[in-house]
């Protein structure tokens, strides 16, 4: 059975290494999204050019998307091992340093690992929407300008 500390250990040098990216996927799809609804909603768009926006903005929102869709997977997966440890019928074991170990296994996978942007925002479907109404604030505060 693998210890509580290697999937954090995992979660860790996972958030290590997608810190920097995730933080500017963050940033790019703010601003992107915003410039590109502003270009959608100039006046003197062609065809063409409409087709072009619309699907710069599509592949903004689809990968920023991907990304939260991931770490909502990842902390729903990690949210059901302590109830599947839990239902695995330990109670019943005879070995009682077995029954140590899964007990403070159950204690520590309390913690529910999280995909981060240096643990300023959680990577989640929330923070999508967070992330569009955002790009909607700066449209409209650049529109009024």
């Known amino acids: 059975m693998l210890s509580p500390g290697y999937y954090f250990s995992f979660?860790?040098?996972l958030n290590d290494i997608l810190n920097p990216l995730e933080l500017g996927q963050l940033a790019i799809s703010s601003f992107g999204i915003c410039f590109?609804?502003?270009?959608?909603?100039?006046?003197?768009?062609?065809?063409?050019?409409?087709?072009v926006s619309f699907l710069y903005m599509a592949g903004i929102i689809s990968q920023f998307a991907v990304d939260?869709?991931?770490?909502?997977?990842?902390?729903?997966?990690?949210?059901?091992?302590?109830?599947?440890?839990y239902a695995s019928n330990w109670m019943g074991l005879t070995n009682n340093a077995l029954r140590k170990d899964i007990i403070f296994f159950l204690h520590h996978s309390q913690r529910i690992p999280q995909l981060t942007a240096y643990n300023l925002f959680d990577i989640h479907m929330m923070s999508f929407l967070k992330?569009?109404?955002?790009?909607?604030?700066?449209?409209?505060?650049?529109?009024?300008?």
Do not use: H, W
């Not at 590109?36 to 087709?51: A, C, V």
């Not at 909502?72 to 599947?84: G, K, M, N, R, V």
């Open 11 to 13: 979660m860790r040098k």
């Open 36 to 51: 590109g609804i502003l270009r959608l909603s100039s006046e003197n768009l062609g065809f063409g050019d409409f087709i």
């Open 68 to 85: 939260c869709g991931v770490g909502t997977l990842l902390y729903y997966q990690a949210s059901l091992l302590p109830e599947a440890v």
């Open 131 to 145: 992330v569009i109404r955002v790009a909607f604030s700066l449209f409209t505060l650049m529109k009024n300008l």
